[in-house]
């Protein structure tokens, strides 16, 4: 067997191991019993159908019904919405994410003293670090389950233990080790007349049998797969089981069996309308071709597989189809032309990198915050920096010119991306000091001003100094400069909170009304004062989906500004109606002094500058800041306009209830 062929034919091996459902980078979703209740079955599906790049949805779907679960006391769908969390995120690569809610689960699973859903998580946990290619660990964990499974007489649990070992040795190249695992399962069958496995198990076996080089006793493995596949009428299985026959053909040198035995495949998936499964054996054909030395025939074969592998978006396809153009030009002479196919895969690893780069990027933002983020983008470019010199080696042999080129446009590349984020840092420091620089100036001036000046009116009436009328008129004061400097204390509490612990969101359905009356009833005494008109405007009914507290906070603080700014006799205006994609915009409309033009866009900023109302109260500014992070927080916009009439309308949209 030659270096060429062998490579392809272990290649395509790999993948019947790829797509086997019990292997350790490809595991079946968690099974769902009697006890799941339908509650959490439509969470289950919810999750399942989300985006994989919308890691965030994912988790926050997944909190919500964690939640959910806890508030019931239901500790068994607790545990699945766990495991049903971390299969997802672990099938879409966030393995630091999967981790975290696996071992959750497993801790339930405990608590529960659930053996089989124990031995189940255990398992899976095993599966996820032979994804991270610590076999090892891995190890550790399907031997802690097979234990498990053993001591509660849990077979299902031995058999799947095994067989996840069996696949370890495969991947740390021991097939004689592997061997006698897949053989424990053929005993835990025989003893308990069951069937855990017996197709993966039969394909596993034979991939084994070629890897030894025992081709007759891999093919009969593989003949044995495709009969149970027919009797089971799974097409793909069937398919699978006819592509590894024809290669076991291909490397017997019998090529016309081999072509005739792929063709068979290849009719499977056509008239069952597996298109992927259809390409993927179809690639075989010209290798067979490429072993006859039919080079030309080979190539535009290959030609006319790429553009179905581009039509149909199949990237680990294409890139394997133009890894043999790169061969079948060499064997041709024709060196441009296998520059320009191996150039073309090479654009397309680049492509996967970036894209595994920033979903690392995504789950270090969903898990570690945005320190952690950043080593993650470090790691990625540390990861596209190795493959570019890896491939740069391979360049010197072609062309000596193009290896100066890449290094020079990778080392500008490298130069901008410092700069950008040199650029950032600036920006991010110049914007924390100016919140530093506010937050003292609130504390030393408006805040100790209030304090002091209360200090000496409280020294006049220990002293005797103020007649009974100067007393009422002073300790009015004093209330309305301790009610001040309690709210701007509030304030700044709040904010360091969310400064400190971040916003940690638990959005729930909420009546507008209710919270809006609320509010207005704390103010009466202020709105009384001013004898100002105030209108709520079509709310009845109306509800929203956020977090309630920042809603609460929100309309506190709109209110309180639409009070200071309007004078005596004034009207406001509370409205809510239907806005864009599922969205509701609330607004507070006041006819006050209204704010100018040019200081519209900056109220919200952290080094806005608050002004004096219309009796000549004082505020910090910061109420505004902080509104304007909860409503992004919650996914909204907040913004000021100009009033039509007179005055201004503050304005912030959110989630319909």
């Known amino acids: 067997m030659n270096f060429k062929s062998q490579k392809f034919f272990f290649f395509f091996l790999t993948i019947a191991l790829f797509f086997s459902l019990q292997t350790i980078f490809c595991f079946a979703d968690p099974k769902t019993t ?21 890691v965030d949805s994912i988790i926050a779907i997944s909190d919500k019904a964690i939640l959910d679960f806890k508030h019931q006391n239901s500790e068994y769908d607790l545990c699945k919405i766990n495991q049903g969390t971390g299969f997802i995120l672990s099938k879409y690569g966030y393995l630091g994410l999967s981790e975290k809610y696996y071992t959750d689960a497993l801790a339930l699973s405990k608590k529960i003293k659930n053996t089989s859903l124990e031995v189940d998580i255990t398992n899976s946990l095993g599966v996820l670090w032979g994804k991270r290619g610590d076999f090892l660990k891995a190890e550790s964990y399907f031997l802690k389950a097979l234990l498990s499974a053993k001591k509660t007489n849990y077979q299902e649990g031995v058999a799947a233990a095994y067989f996840k070992l069996g696949v370890v040795r495969t991947k740390q190249n021991k097939p004689n080790e592997a061997l006698e695992f897949y053989l424990k399962v053929d005993s835990v069958n025989q003893k308990n007349g069951t069937h855990f496995l017996k197709n993966d198990l039969i394909a596993n076996k034979a991939i084994i049998y070629a890897i030894r080089g025992d081709l007759d006793n891999a093919l009969k493995q593989f003949e044995l797969s495709y009969k149970i596949a027919a009797e089971e009428r799974n097409l793909i299985n069937q398919v699978l089981a006819l592509q590894n026959i024809g290669l076991v053909y291909k490397e017997k040198k019998q090529y016309q069996k081999a072509l005739s035995i792929l063709e068979k495949g290849i009719n499977t998936a056509k008239k069952s309308n597996l298109k992927e499964e259809e ?27 790429l553009k179905k592998a581009k039509k149909l978006g199949l990237e680990d396809l294409q890139v394997e189809i ?31 990198i970036n894209e595994q780069k920033q979903r690392a990027l995504a789950e270090a933002n969903a898990s570690l915050g945005l320190y952690k983020a950043n080593a993650k983008i470090l790691e990625g470019n540390q990861l596209l920096f190795q493959t570019r010199k890896e491939r740069n080696i391979i360049l010197v042999v072609l062309i000596a010119i193009a290896i100066l080129s890449f290094v020079l446009i990778f080392v500008l590349i490298r130069l901008k991306n410092t700069n950008d984020e040199l650029s950032i840092s600036k920006i991010e420091l110049t914007e924390s000091n100016s ?148 969205l509701i915009k609330i607004c507070v409309a006041d006819n006050g002094i209204g704010i100018p033009e040019e200081d519209l866009k900056n109220i919200f900023l952290p080094d806005s500058k608050s002004r004096r109302g219309t009796n000549n109260e004082k505020g910090t500014g910061l109420g505004l800041t902080l509104c304007n992070e909860f409503v992004m927080a919650n996914g909204g916009k907040i913004w000021a306009e100009q009033n039509n009439n007179q005055g201004t309308v503050l304005c912030f949209t959110c989630e319909k209830g």
């Open 279 to 305: 390409l993927r054996i179809t690639i075989n054909v010209p290798l067979v071709v490429f072993e006859q030395k039919k080079y030309h025939l080979a190539q535009t074969q290959l030609l006319d597989l």
């Open 322 to 352: 133009y890894n043999v153009l790169v061969e079948t030009s060499e064997a041709q002479n024709n060196f441009k032309s296998a520059f320009d196919y191996y150039k073309s895969g090479s654009n397309i690893k680049d492509k996967q």
């Open 435 to 582: 919140i530093k620089n506010k937050l003292f100036s609130i504390i030393g001036h408006d805040l100790r001003g209030g304090h002091g000046s209360t200090l000496g009116i409280l020294g006049l009436i220990k002293n005797g100094d103020l007649d009974a009328e100067e007393q009422a008129k002073y300790l009015d004061l004093i209330i309305k400069q301790s009610t001040s400097s309690l709210e701007t204390l509030d304030d700044l509490l709040l904010w360091g909170k969310a400064q400190i612990k971040g916003n940690n969101l638990q959005k729930v359905n909420i009546q507008i009304l209710p919270v809006i009356q609320k509010v207005i009833d704390l103010n009466i005494k202020a709105i009384n004062e001013k004898k100002l008109v105030l209108n709520t405007i079509d709310l009845e009914g109306k509800s929203i989906f956020m977090d309630a507290n920042h809603f609460a906070f929100i309309i506190r603080n709109l209110m309180a500004n639409a009070i200071k700014f309007t004078p005596s006799n004034g009207q406001i205006n509370i409205y809510a109606e239907n806005h864009q994609n599922n």
């Open 34 to 54: 009697d006890q799941d209740s339908v509650k959490l079955g439509k969470y289950l599906s919810i999750l399942k159908k989300i985006d994989p790049k919308n």
